[in-house]
Nanobody, 116 residues
Framework: QVQLVESGGGLVRPGDSLRLSCAASESISSFQAMNWYRRDAPGERYNLVASIGRDGNQVYADSVKGRFAISRNTAVNTVYLQMNSLKLEDTSVYYC?????????WGQGTRVTVSS
C-alpha cells in the first residue's frame, strides 16, 4: 500500500502563506486522485479542501477558493497545497489522501495553526 508523508505545517499569522507537501512512496501518475482534507478536532469529520484528479482536474472547497492551490510534481511523486491569505479558521490538521486503483491511503496529518 502506498505510504504518504505530509510536511510543511506550522504556526503562522493571518495573511501569511504556507505550502504543504505530500510525498508518496510510489508513482502518483496513475492515481485516480490526490486530495487534501482537514479535520479541526479528533472525532470531527474530515472536510475536503482540494483535490487533483488523474487528468489534472482540480476541485476546491468554497472556503478556500482563490486562496489555496493544489498541484503535483510526478517526477518526485509529491502533491502540494499552496495556502495563501491564511485565516484563523484555516487552523486545522491537514491530511493527504490518495485514491488508487488498488485502495485508498491516508497520511498522518500535519498541523496548521493560524494565530495572531
Amino acid at each position: 500500500q502506498v505510504q504518504l508523508v505530509e510536511s510543511g505545517g506550522g504556526l503562522v499569522r493571518p495573511g501569511d502563506s504556507l505550502r504543504l507537501s505530500c510525498a508518496a512512496s510510489e508513482s502518483i501518475s496513475s492515481f485516480q486522485a490526490m486530495n487534501w482534507y482537514r479535520r479541526d478536532a479528533p472525532g470531527e469529520r474530515y472536510n475536503l479542501v482540494a483535490s487533483i484528479g488523474r487528468d489534472g482536474n482540480q476541485v476546491y472547497a468554497d472556503s478556500v477558493k482563490g486562496r489555496f492551490a493544489i498541484s503535483r510534481n510526478t517526477a518526485v511523486n509529491t502533491v502540494y497545497l499552496q495556502m495563501n491569505s491564511l485565516k484563523l479558521e484555516d487552523t486545522s490538521v491537514y491530511y493527504c489522501f490518495a485514491a488508487t486503483d488498488y485502495g485508498d491511503a491516508w497520511g498522518q496529518g500535519t498541523r496548521v495553526t493560524v494565530s495572531s
